[in-house]
């Protein structure tokens, strides 16, 4: 076995004009991680060692880089796909064998069809990832000879009209031996229809040298697609959702329609919990078993366990529920809400840093915010924790069993006793103690004879 040393490139200094925007290319998410972080990802599965190309401008891609050990090169003028490759030269350290080159715009792609390409190639030789599309346009097209041993690639730019109906593609990613590149993009030049330095000549100086050529070709066409507009980003965003819709389905989910089914982020689900029509779930998603979320949620970085109802219109952020729990329709759970096991929060009430016992409940109209509740506690409609005074935030705390009357106002810090009740519309100070009846409002006064106004003719 030789322990040979792999750096992987990946070109990212493109101008990815056709996107229309401020953010770079290569920083637009896919399914809520940038396209960049997402080859970076798979590249770390191969190697340690990577560089990452960028165009002098494109600050922004490089502080998306600074909190890793990604290294950067600079391309003064983006002059083509060679010119860039050169550019990362100086950072190829002097052990390195072999070159990967990436795309920082090609996100889907897996670290298996890599594996597969160092696989299939020998250290001192080149490869590449071929795919047949059934639409190649604006792609360069793989020339082999009458053996089919490559022998090229050709621009579409400056194919023939035979060359052109060539469907067999290349996919931009190559195994490249460390030891020629000097040598071999030294030699590119602009002698081409878009007067660009092209890395695809690359393969011919190999060829002519009579060095080991090889390829793979890669069947799944989404793993291999370049995004250069939004449309693209969007169709190869749609495929990844679908997919994972599948790979649920497969495992004893039921996703309703898995083409109203957006995943943002890593999602992990178990078994027969059913999952209706256009919920978004982003970031860090873990729900249980038997669980079922009705239409419409959307689900951020949240532990959904066994057995919970997420009823329709549900928005999830940063929190847990605990089994058996249900929450909505129209719930608000923000960060920091930790629901124990069959609480219940209902339509319209918004929690946020809220620890509930099992067993408690919310079920109308509320915010609950610093807050923890004992178990068994139950919250009235329109009750609210007043925790912000405009300067600090401040706790209220529940024991068990405390039982808060519709309409009540809890000015935090708070502390409600075990079994404390508070009586309907009270705004609340202080501390009830255990057993107690907290009741914080004005007396009710009848008056007798009174008259109720009047409507008049004449106007005012
Ligand atoms: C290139 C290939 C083409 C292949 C296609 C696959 C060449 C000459 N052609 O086409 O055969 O079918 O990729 O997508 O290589 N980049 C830079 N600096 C530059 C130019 C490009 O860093 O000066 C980067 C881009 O950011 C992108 C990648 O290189 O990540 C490919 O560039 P792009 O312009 O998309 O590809 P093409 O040149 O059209
Ligand atoms: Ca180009």
Not at 118 to 128: H, K, N, Q, R
Not at 221 to 230: F, I, K, Q, S, W
Not at 232 to 258: C, H, I, N, W, Y
Not at 277 to 295: D, L, M, P, W, Y
């Amino acid at each position: 076995m030789s322990a040979s040393s792999l750096a992987v490139v990946v070109l990212a200094a493109g101008k990815g004009t056709r996107m229309r925007s401020n953010l770079p290319k290569v920083l637009h998410p896919l399914a809520g991680v940038p396209m960049l972080k997402r080859v970076v990802n798979t590249a770390r599965e191969l190697s340690e060692d990577i560089i990452v190309v960028t165009s002098p401008d494109a600050e922004t891609v490089r502080s998306a880089l600074v909190d890793t050990d990604v290294r950067i090169a600079v391309q003064e003028r983006q002059r083509g796909t060679g010119d860039a490759l050169a550019a990362a030269l100086p950072a190829i350290g002097a052990d390195v064998d072999q070159v990967l080159v990436l795309c920082g715009d090609v996100p889907l792609l897996k670290a298996a069809t890599l594996q597969r390409l160092l696989a299939a190639t020998l250290t001192e030789g080149v490869s590449l990832v071929t795919a047949r599309f059934p639409d190649p346009t604006g792609l360069g097209r793989i020339l082999r000879d009458g053996q089919g041993c490559i022998t090229g690639i050709v621009e579409e730019r400056d194919a023939t009209v035979a060359e052109r109906r060539i469907d067999e593609i290349n996919t931009g990613i190559y195994l490249l031996p460390r030891a020629q590149l000097e040598d071999w993009l030294g030699r590119l030049d602009v002698g081409n229809a878009q007067g660009e330095y092209y890395l695809t000549d690359v393969i011919r100086f190999a060829v002519e040298a009579d060095l080991p050529v090889a390829s793979i070709t890669c069947d799944d066409l989404a793993e291999v697609t370049g995004v250069n507009d939004r449309a693209q980003l969007v169709r190869l965003e749609r495929e990844f959702s679908r997919r994972k819709a599948e790979q649920l389905l497969a495992s004893g989910v039921t996703v309703m329609d898995p083409a109203r089914f957006d995943v943002r982020g890593d999602m992990h689900v178990e078994q027969d919990t059913v999952i209706d029509v256009n919920c978004v779930f982003s970031g860090k998603v873990v729900i249980g078993r038997e669980v079922q979320i009705g239409a419409h949620c959307v689900i951020e970085d949240a532990t959904i366990d066994d057995g919970a109802v997420i009823a329709p219109f549900t928005h999830i952020n940063g929190a847990h529920v605990g089994a058996g729990s249900r929450v909505g329709p129209f719930a608000r759970l923000r960060e920091g809400t930790d629901l124990g096991e069959h609480c219940r929060i209902g339509n319209f009430v918004e929690t946020k840093k809220a620890r509930l016992g099992a067993g408690s409940k919310a079920n109308h109209l509320a915010y609950l915010g610093d807050a923890t509740l004992g178990e068994g506690c139950n919250v009235g409609a329109g009750t609210i924790t007043c925790n912000y005074d405009g300067i600090a935030k401040h706790p209220t705390v529940l024991g068990d069993d405390v039982f808060v009357g519709s309409n009540s106002t809890l000015v935090a810090p708070l502390n409600l006793a075990d079994r404390a009740y508070v009586a309907a519309g009270s705004t609340i100070t202080s501390r009830v103690p255990e057993d107690s009846l907290g009741v914080g409002r004005a007396r009710q006064r009848n008056i007798d004879g009174w008259k109720r106004p009047k409507k008049t003719t004449e106007a005012d």
